[in-house]
């Protein structure tokens, strides 16, 4: 793993997935970092390499758009802040391991997207198969299983948690 990056936490993350995309452009690797930024905190050190942190979430570019729009910030000493917060919290995460697998940044935000599915209020770890086009259940971050799309990530950390059945 790379030094200069700061690590994902492990805890609960709420987000909106409409103001993502708004602040995002629609573009994949600003929709994961926005979403990453929100993991790591308002105001909190990103990275202090911005080649570590490609490498860290297997992306091949940092949109200019989220430093032109104020949610990230660079210091004199070339490091990267966030500055971005969720407004209006409609979803969440638990497990933001997602966000470093080694997989393509597309299969990502389509599964913040699902999450997305999720209302707030729900603690399921999964949501029905009718959210999402069939041809878009081939994610190797969702399994699908008697009509329900289980998110990966979340079914591994609550399993030892004991927080959800699956």
């Given at each position: ?33 926005l979403t990453y930024a929100l993991n790591i905190g308002y105001n909190n050190k990103i990275t202090s390499s911005t080649k570590d942190l490609l490498k860290y979430l297997h992306i091949d570019s940092i ?104």
């Amino acid at each position: 793993m790379p030094d200069k990056v700061t690590y994902i936490n492990n805890q609960k993350t709420y987000f909106n997935w409409h103001q993502i995309l708004r602040d995002s452009n629609n573009d994949a690797c600003a929709i994961l970092l926005l979403t990453y930024a929100l993991n790591i905190g308002y105001n909190n050190k990103i990275t202090s390499s911005t080649k570590d942190l490609l490498k860290y979430l297997h992306i091949d570019s940092i949109p200019i758009q989220l430093f032109e729009q104020g949610h990230f910030v660079v210091t004199s000493d070339n490091s990267i802040f966030s500055r971005y917060k969720c407004d209006e919290p409609q979803s969440y995460y638990y497990n933001p391991f997602f966000a470093i697998a080694k997989i393509d940044v597309t299969y990502k935000t389509l599964y913040i997207w699902a999450l997305a599915q999720r209302r707030i209020s729900q603690r399921e770890n999964f949501i029905p198969d009718t959210h999402i086009q069939e041809t878009q259940w081939s994610n190797p971050l969702l399994r699908h299983k008697d009509n329900k799309l289980y998110f990966i990530p979340e079914m591994a950390l609550f399993k030892t948690k004991n927080k959800f059945r699956t």
